[in-house]
């Protein structure tokens, strides 16, 4: 469950990416953040799910890494957040050890690309990397039997290749919350 302390960090960080958002700051001083709506939504289904391996591909500054390490307190269950890039990283880290949660998170910096193969079977995973790189991720991941995949910005961007491509081998719907969320359970 997300605390008042976890809402606040995660308002703390939206309020700054829509803040470089308005005074149109380059893209890569941008910060790329889920929002919080979906992060509460992330929470929640990730608590109720009683996932306990979950992997997040594009961790960034760290709003999915509150709401899905949130979900896992009080449980044994660890959230891998795979990012590769160092600085954005280093806050996530910086960020979830204040708020208690670092214990059940193992950061990873790098490529998913090169991390998906050497992971368990995860119960739960968050695509939100580069778009482009959705299907090649998808048909990488380690999924338990009961796996729910949930990938981000699927009304914001054109993913509808990604849409075609899990709903030809999986049940999978749209939900409009945020910036859209695409929800998979592969058959
Ligand atoms: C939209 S942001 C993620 C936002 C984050 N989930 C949050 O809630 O704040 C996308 C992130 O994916 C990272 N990324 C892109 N390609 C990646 C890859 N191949 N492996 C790991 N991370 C990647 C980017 O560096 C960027 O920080």
């Known amino acids: 469950m997300l605390t008042d302390t976890d809402r606040r960090e995660i308002e703390r960080l939206w309020t700054r990416k829509l803040d470089q958002d308005a005074k149109k700051l380059p893209q890569a001083e941008r910060h790329r953040n889920l929002e919080p709506d979906s992060a509460e939504l992330l929470c929640v289904l990730v608590e109720r799910l009683k996932a306990r391996r979950v992997v997040e591909i594009g961790g960034s500054s760290g709003i999915s890494t509150i709401a899905l390490a949130a979900a896992l307190r009080g449980t044994e269950g660890r959230l891998t957040s795979i990012e590769i890039e160092p600085q954005r990283q280093a806050e996530a880290k910086a960020t979830l050890a204040r708020l208690g949660l670092q214990s059940h998170v193992e950061f990873i910096l790098g490529d998913a690309a090169k991390v998906l ?17 959705y299907v090649r991720f998808y048909e990488m991941l380690p999924l338990a039997r009961a796996a729910i995949v949930v990938a981000d910005n699927v009304l914001s961007h054109d993913l509808t290749a990604y849409q075609a491509h899990v709903r030809a081998k999986a049940d999978s719907v749209t939900l409009p919350v945020g910036k859209g969320l695409e929800l998979t359970r592969p058959r």
Request: with cysteine; hydrophobic share 40%.
């Open 117 to 133: 193969p050497s992971l368990a079977a995860q119960d739960f995973v968050l695509l939100d990397c580069e778009k482009d790189d």
